[in-house]
Every structure is written in C-alpha cells, then in structure tokens.
C-alpha cells in the first residue's frame, strides 16, 4: 500500500505543472505550448520524406553513429513528442525528447555555419520553448494537470480511507476496553 501511495504521489508530482494563478499567464503558457507543439510536427514529416539524405547530409555529417536509425528516432521524436506537447499529455518526457533533439540541432548549425544567427534561431528558440516545458510541464489548461488532480484525489481518497480505518481500530479498542459499543 505503501508502493501504491509513492507511485501515485510521484505520478502526480512528474504531471503537475508548476502553478500561477494568473489566468492570462496560463492562457498565453497553454497557447505557446498548442503552436509550439503544432508547428514542430511538419519537421518530422520532412525527415521521414527522405530519411537517408537527413540522415547523410545531418546525422552523418556530425559523425554520430548509426545515421539512418538515429535520424528515425528524431522523426519520431517530432511526430510524436510535438502532439503530445500541444495536447498537455505528458509534456515534460515529450519536451524533453524535442530539447534534445533541437540541442544536436543547434550543434549541426553551429558545425556548419559557426555562430550564425539566420543558422540558429529557429532551433534555438525551439530549444528554449521545450526546455520551458520541461521546467513548468504543460500548465493549467493540460491533460496533465487533470490526469495529476485524478491522481491526487486517488491519494487523498486512500489516505482517507486509512484514516477512518485507523478510527474504526482506535474507536473497537476503546469500546472492548470500557465493554461498551458506539452507536457509530
């Protein structure tokens, strides 16, 4: 049962984003994550449009081993993790996944055209949403923050339901040592 409570307050905790109670803050945060994770989406379907000349002209280039299979995992990574980043549904995992794959991104321009602003900005700014929602997760308007209520209001109920048992012990105990019983 012990497990059981640990399992839930982690999974709550890894889902719930990092609150403000300010209303406009986390309508601009849940509209930042919705085009973010929308427009990251076709990057992925350029990749799998000709996944060998990604995976030389990119991967290769930077020397990474196994071009072809890690050029997949970034197309995935996009066609998967950006959806996941718009809906709120396990954006801290999807975001992460993005910010990596912006980071070797970055590393490719950087290795191609040293410190070019025109070269970096895109990724950059892409790497810096994602690791926004790494830091914060999806904010208020999210699937998460749901799926994190439902598993806080599990917790609660558990640690409820211990509760009135431990009464209901406390409570037979009582009334076996006065030999007489509760209306309750």
Same mark, same amino acid.
């Given at each position: 049962? &012990? #497990?059981? =409570?640990?399992?839930?307050?982690?999974?709550? %905790?890894?889902?719930?984003?990092?609150? /403000?109670?300010?209303?406009? $803050?986390?309508?601009?945060?849940?509209? *930042?994550?919705?085009?973010?994770?929308?427009?990251?989406?076709?990057?992925?379907?350029?990749?799998?449009?000709? &996944?060998?000349?990604? +995976? =030389?002209?990119?991967? +290769?280039?930077?020397? %990474?081993?196994?071009?072809?299979? !890690?050029?997949?995992? #970034?197309?995935?990574?996009? %066609?998967?993790?950006?959806?996941?980043?718009?809906?709120?549904? %396990?954006?801290?995992? #999807?975001?992460?996944? *993005?910010?990596?794959?912006? !980071?070797?991104?970055?590393?490719?321009?950087?290795? &191609?055209?040293? *410190? /070019?602003?025109?070269?970096?900005? *895109?990724?950059?700014?892409? +790497? +810096?949403? $994602? !690791?926004? $929602?790494? &830091?914060?997760?999806?904010?208020?308007?999210?699937?998460?923050?749901?799926?994190?209520?439902?598993?806080?209001? !599990?917790?609660?109920?558990?640690?409820?339901?211990?509760?009135?048992?431990?009464?209901?012990?406390?409570?037979? /105990?009582?009334?076996?040592? /006065?030999?007489?019983?509760?209306?309750?």
């Amino acid at each position: 049962m &012990i #497990a059981q =409570q640990r399992m839930l307050s982690l999974g709550g %905790l890894a889902l719930q984003p990092n609150q /403000s109670s300010n209303t406009a $803050f986390q309508i601009s945060w849940t509209i *930042l994550r919705v085009v973010a994770g929308i427009v990251m989406v076709h990057n992925g379907l350029d990749k799998l449009a000709n &996944i060998e000349s990604f +995976a =030389q002209a990119y991967v +290769a280039y930077l020397g %990474l081993p196994f071009p072809i299979t !890690l050029s997949y995992m #970034a197309a995935f990574t996009e %066609l998967i993790g950006a959806p996941l980043v718009a809906l709120g549904l %396990l954006t801290r995992p #999807a975001a992460m996944g *993005l910010f990596f794959t912006m !980071l070797v991104a970055m590393y490719h321009h950087v290795k &191609i055209a040293g *410190l /070019s602003i025109p070269y970096l900005e *895109l990724s950059a700014l892409y +790497a +810096a949403t $994602f !690791l926004f $929602f790494v &830091i914060n997760g999806g904010g208020q308007f999210s699937v998460d923050a749901v799926l994190a209520n439902i598993l806080n209001g !599990l917790r609660s109920n558990q640690t409820n339901g211990k509760r009135a048992s431990l009464e209901d012990v406390f409570r037979r /105990s009582d009334e076996a040592a /006065s030999g007489t019983k509760s209306v309750l």
